[in-house]
């Protein structure tokens, strides 16, 4: 007896689950991925191109044409300026008086952001702790750092005064003469670089402010379980911690104390007798008012690779110490 096989109909659920021809065949698949990817970059270019565009004509574009006109002499009064090559980065490097503005710039750059990174660590800390109107107080800390240099330097100036500011009156209290701040090459620089971390420890505190409170309390009490001390656990597990932040400001900090300049025009116009011209001082003293544009070029292309190499390097030694969690 033979049975013959008869073939189901198909049912709705025999019908859902059926496999679906593909709309495409195998062949064209590759094109249309890559349309795809075409339209991606289309519209990636169609975003980024203005940015880039202002990027190039605001940034790339002034560097290039300071880079040409170093390796002219132009006093911006004649019609065009006149190549002399690289004299003009011979004359400042062998001239005595620009080395001088070289040294006192790494004395201000390294005495401004090595006691603001370490006061502002320190306020951070001490603001963390608990302490009472801890919001208040961060806000008092940071307000110098939104005041424009020009107030900052009037109020300074004040306070600096020999015969009717605080500084006198403090000096009096041990029967001592204020000293001259800003009128002394011995006092000059000395007076801004208080005033310079004045203004920006407040931006540095909280900063690191932030960056305490975001800490994993996890390991903070796996610490404290251990017995670790606070010098331990600072040393060993929040400094570390902190290193990305801290990597961030010491870059941020480098930047910004090379480029000061509101506080020096202000206070002290790069005197007395050059004891406060930095190198973005002397930048503009010998463009804006030696009129040598040439040797003005060369001294911000020199300020220029400094920077490049100070942050490279930062980059390349700094930031192999940095824990990122």
Request: glycine residues 6%; aromatic residues 12%.
């Amino acid at each position: 007896m033979s049975v013959t096989a008869q073939r189901a109909p198909d049912t709705p659920l025999r019908a859902a689950v059926a496999p679906v021809a593909p709309a495409t065949s195998p062949a064209r698949r590759p094109e249309r991925a890559r349309a795809l990817k075409r339209r991606e970059y289309l519209l990636f270019a169609l975003f980024a191109f203005p940015n880039l565009a202002l990027i190039v004509v605001f940034a790339y574009w002034p560097v290039l044409g300071n880079a040409a006109l170093s390796l002219t002499r132009w006093d911006m009064i004649a019609p065009s300026p006149t190549f002399v090559g690289l004299d003009n980065y011979v004359t400042l490097l062998s001239d005595p008086s620009f080395l001088r503005v070289l040294r006192i710039t790494a004395i201000w750059v390294l005495a401004v952001v090595g006691i603001s990174l370490t006061g502002g660590l320190a306020l951070a800390l001490l603001f963390a702790s608990g302490t009472r109107g801890r919001s208040a107080v961060s806000a008092l800390a940071f307000s110098p750092h939104i005041l424009s240099g020009a107030a900052v330097a009037a109020i300074w100036l004040f306070l600096f005064d020999p015969n009717y500011g605080l500084s006198r009156i403090l000096f009096d209290t041990f029967g001592l003469d204020s000293p001259h701040w800003t009128t002394s090459s011995g006092w000059a620089l000395p007076a801004l670089i208080i005033v310079a971390i004045w203004k920006g420890v407040g931006f540095v505190a909280i900063v690191y402010l932030a960056a305490i409170l975001a800490l994993p309390r996890d390991v903070m009490e796996a610490a404290r379980l251990d017995g670790a001390s606070r010098w331990q656990t600072f040393r060993h597990i929040t400094l570390p911690l902190l290193s990305p932040t801290t990597f961030f400001l010491l870059v941020t900090q480098v930047i910004g104390a090379f480029q000061s300049f509101d506080l020096i025009a202000m206070m002290t116009g790069g005197g007395p007798a050059g004891a406060t011209t930095t190198l973005s001082w002397f930048i503009y003293n010998e463009g804006f008012r030696q009129f040598k544009a040439g040797s003005a070029a060369a001294g911000a292309m020199i300020m220029f690779v400094l920077l490049m190499v100070v942050t490279v390097l930062q980059m390349r030694f700094v930031e192999k110490k940095v824990h990122y969690r």
